[in-house]
């Protein structure tokens, strides 16, 4: 895979670490990307898509799904359009610019993909990773999947459990840890 990046796009045209061991897992999950139903889903949303690595991933490996790629970022918004175009897959990776998925209407989504940043500049930070599983949560249709990679050390855990629904870890390694929430009914 190609990866393409533009100005303060996170991860440049590297693959990061955390994202490497998110799609990894992914690629052994049997069921991925079946809902908790096992009900295969319209489509994936790579929420803080950055340089477009997972959104390209996903839309490779799946020629089933379309993928949405939404940031906060025109940079990273602009790189996973790039991305998209070099991998030949820019028919099915849309991408979006909003705040978190505001934009979106709750439940209103299947499956969801997060590797969430952890810091702001130099200081270790977990209020903007919370903001994201908790709009996650929001926008999932009950059954609905959250795959988030995360830095062990944050135990975001507790809260995919209280935002998003029931959590199981699905791999971790001395630095990430991988889950996968289903969203609760109602």
Same mark, same amino acid.
């Given at each position: 895979?190609? %990866?393409?990046?533009?100005? !303060? ?9 955390? /994202? ?22 319209? =489509? ?8 477009? /690595? &997972?959104?390209?991933?996903? +839309? ?8 949405? !790629? ?11 359009? %790039? ?6 897959? +820019? ?15 709750? +439940?209103?989504?299947?499956? &969801? ?19 994201? &599983?908790?709009?996650?949560? =929001? ?8 795959? /988030? ?21 699905? !791999? ?15």
């Amino acid at each position: 895979m190609e %990866l393409v990046s533009l100005g !303060a796009a996170y991860g440049g045209t590297k693959l990061d670490h955390g /994202t490497r061991f998110l799609l990894e897992v992914l690629a052994q999950q049997q069921d991925f990307p079946a809902g908790s139903d096992q009900q295969p889903p319209r =489509r994936a949303v790579d929420l803080g898509c950055g340089n477009g /690595t &997972i959104s390209v991933w996903t +839309a490779l490996r799946h020629p089933e799904l379309d993928v949405l !790629a939404a940031d906060q970022s025109a940079s990273a918004v602009a790189s996973t359009e %790039l991305t998209a175009q070099a991998n030949g897959v +820019a028919d099915r990776v849309s991408t979006l610019r909003d705040d978190a998925l505001s934009s979106l209407p709750d +439940a209103s989504e299947d499956l &969801i993909l997060l590797n969430p940043p952890f810091h702001q500049g130099n200081a270790v930070d977990t209020s903007v990773a919370q903001r994201l &599983i908790s709009d996650s949560g =929001r926008v999932l249709r009950p059954g609905g999947v959250l795959y /988030t990679v995360w830095n062990s050390h944050l135990k975001h855990r507790p809260w995919l459990e209280r935002r998003v629904g029931s959590t199981e870890q699905l !791999a971790k390694n001395p630095t990430f840890t991988v889950t996968r929430s289903v969203r609760r009914g109602g």
